[in-house]
């Protein structure tokens, strides 16, 4: 059984930064693709980033690009997320997933097997 972990979320004013992290436990971590989603209230859940099994492919939405960075640590079976720049429009849950078949990145969330509980972030104007 594979379980994901994220951390890192709180509160903070717009023009700020933030870092999830996601450990995974349970199987090997570099079996996994690795992605972001978050959710705000009343909205879809939608993709934030995505990241390959050996992290030198990563794909980000077009809201996020340029402000956020996912990178990932194979050897700590970690997962992060780099949020530069926040805005108060970046104010969701976020969520943490994994793709154990694909060897390339996905946007979508139904291509992703394993997800973890989020973390809120919000930000204040």
């Known amino acids: 059984q594979v379980q994901l972990v994220e951390s890192g979320g709180g509160l903070v004013q717009a023009g700020g930064s933030l870092r999830l992290s996601c450990a995974v436990s349970?199987?090997?971590?570099?079996?996994?693709?690795m992605g972001w989603f978050r959710q705000a209230p009343g909205k879809e859940r939608e993709f934030v980033a995505a990241?390959?099994?050996?992290?030198?492919?990563?794909i980000y939405a077009g809201s996020v690009k340029g402000r956020f960075t996912i990178s990932r640590d194979n050897a700590k079976n970690t997962v992060y997320l780099q949020m530069n720049s926040l805005k108060p429009e970046d104010t969701a849950v976020y969520y943490c997933a994994a793709d154990e078949l694909r060897s390339y990145v996905s946007s979508r969330s139904a291509n992703y097997d394993y997800w973890g509980q989020g973390t809120q972030v919000t930000v204040s104007s």
């Open positions: 990241i390959t099994k050996s992290g030198g492919n990563t």
């Open positions: 349970g199987r090997t971590f570099s079996n996994y693709g």
